[in-house]
């Protein structure tokens, strides 16, 4: 009886530790975000204060580093999903001699990583004039989600029944009509996945921007962290937890809103990790 | 025919100017020595395997991939896959708002953007930080964590960011496994161990293998984790592959010698990205 017990209780008590051993890095920055006496080491704040977080976004500097960090990861998605979907569609619909090895370059070039090319990148960026330059960094971003977007939204496609597509041709909708009209609004869960994951992956992205971009007033919210972090000398510990959250509440709420559609995404495999 | 160039001609233009070309680039200019700065900039020559012989008398580059393998088994291998593996199976059939729980709280660091992650984490390590505070509590002596320990501390950090996609990964496919068979041999009066070594391990044995390259691919490109919590240091100590390619590139400005670094690590991902394709037995 003894043993059947124990057996029954330690996976909670492994899980539970565990569990706790994940949450101890995350609550310090929740709760420094909210003290004005903010410490390294975690501390419960005397009392409440939002002044850290007001401060972050009373700052010009800031709301314009989250702005750039906007218009980087929101174009970056919506290309991705835009000439994604255009790509897919004849992968998916016709059948034809390149399809196989093209779909298997694509599959290759989602795991390769991005890392290993950033030098040539940033030397093919000053040959085509293009360094410091916002929507070139967006270019290179959209090229380095294509694989991912591509690979995922073909699969999205195919389950869109033809016959539907057929019967809007038979009313005299065009191909491409009948992309817009038929196809897109059915795949909508996938659009949103590859949109959603696109964001979120180059929202947290440091390197590129980091590389790519020479101009502090241009740099987007993950490479001003950076340079908070470091110019602050870590003293002002709330503003820096409050800003962390702030930068980290897209990534999040995306997730959440994304989460209904996600294990649809994940069954599909390809790199889901950026 | 000319419809489907149409429908695919954007995202070729695309793929061709910013990721073909990139890597057939680094082909190229590892065999030169371009520089960002100085007479080399001007008049960039074709040099050979100039590079990679440097590279290889190099002990910087010796020690890197040797630091590179360190962080890839401890961080990615033993630590996000057995971890991630040993969270799922814990929490098959748990009670759900407890395996929820638990789910949110592991899955909060892999949604946390990794700048944000190195961030958490230098603060609970340093001196002053939570974890030494809860060492002196109990009567132990605080330790300089991310002096001491550098690699162990950067390990730790990239853990916490990933284990999650490996527990999911594997949380769905031991979902697969089907009931029947569990209860067939729970009935035969398999032991658990022999359950989980017998019947489980060798029916999840494809999503190990798929999970073990990614995990490994993108560790093995993990560059902004070790850059923001240690710059590589203290000395060079935890100056992976992509960090010492970084430091060569942009901070000693040969771009040449940089790119015959990313070679290598894009070499060794190109194999890497090899068995994955061949461990995903896809149906086009």
New interface residues.
Partial sequence: MNRFKM?KVL??V???I??LC?????L??LF?SVDMNA????TIPDKLTFSNFTSILSDPATIRSFIIGLFLSGGQAVLVV???V??A???SR?S?KY??PF??TI???T??????????????FIYLNLQDSLVGTM??L???G??YG?WMLKNFMDAVPLELEESAWVDGAS?WRGVRRVVAPLMIPGICTVGIFTF?MS??N??VPY?LIQSPDKFPA?VT??QF?GSYG?VE?GK?AAF?II??MP??IL?IFAQRFM?QG??L?G???? | MYRSIFFLLPSWILLLIFFVGPILLTFYFSFTNLALTGAQAQSTEFIGFQNFVTMFQDPGFRISVLRTIVFLFLSAIIGQQVLGFLLAILMKGKNTTFRRTIGIIIIAGWVTPEIVVAFCWVAFLSDNGTLNMLLNSIGLESVAWLFTFPMISVCIANIWHGTAFSMMIFQASLDDVPKTVEEAAIIDGASKFQLLFRIILPMVKGSIVTNMILVTLQTLGVFTLIYTMTGGGPGNSTQTLPIFMYNQAFVNYQLGYGTAISLVLLVIGIIASLFYIRSMKVQI
């Fill in positions: 057996e996976p909670y492994i899980l539970s565990i569990a994940f949450i101890l890095p995350l310090w920055v420094a410490k390294q080491a975690l835009i000439v994604g255009l790509a569609y004849p992968l016709y034809q399809k196989k779909m298997f599959l290759f070039m795991s390769l990583p991005i890392t290993a090319v950033m030098v040539p990148v940033y030397q093919l270019l290179f959209t090229a380095s294509l694989p591509i191909i979120t929202w947290g440091f390197f590389i993950s962290i950076y972090f870590m510990y820096l962390s930068y980290t990534a999040v997730y294990s994940f069954s495999g790199a889901t990790k950026g």
